[in-house]
């Protein structure tokens, strides 16, 4: 079963890859793709937040969400992240559509992530890894994607003050 979480209620996560040119400025047609990996925030600090509410359990609205496993920092989910914020911030909007008209499994999936499940939380306006964190646990959608237990994998990214965080399974 595929699993593409969409809050109505929009923060943000960011996807970004580049492809391997030929020697005619074409892309390189059996060259994989080159994953960024600058995000832009502190990586470890965004998965420790997640991993210990996770680990502890919360309330996501009235909604009580038990305790569930870690999840693991990925440079696919980051890469797709950092594309996706990146176009947020050009566009200087929220959305979970790609101007390709994409969504985040199509984002995902260009990065090489072959995904069973997958979600996207983004934002706009926090300075730190701590804010955006706290405004995601307080929107009940986007807690209930941080401690989706399907989830065992996760990348977040920032450009400007927009910011992506995406969950996958393989």
Known sequence: MKLITFPLACLALCCSLS???????????????????TTNINNEALLKLVNDTRLAGCNCGTTVMPPV??????????????????????????????????????????TGYNWTSVGENTAVGQTTEAQVFNDWIKS??????????????????????YWVQVFAAK
């Open 19 to 37: 492809c391997k040119k030929g020697p005619d400025d074409s892309p390189g047609t059996n060259d994989p793709p080159v994953l960024s990996t």
């Open 69 to 110: 496993g870690a999840l693991t920092w990925s440079i696919n989910l980051g890469a797709a992240a950092i594309g996706h914020s990146k176009y947020m911030a050009s566009i200087k909007t929220l959305t979970h559509i790609s101007a390709n008209g994409d969504n985040v499994g199509a984002r995902v999936k260009v």
């Open 140 to 161: 009940e959608d986007h807690c209930k994607n941080i401690m989706n237990a399907t989830f065992k994998e996760m990348g977040a990214a920032k450009t400007d003050n």
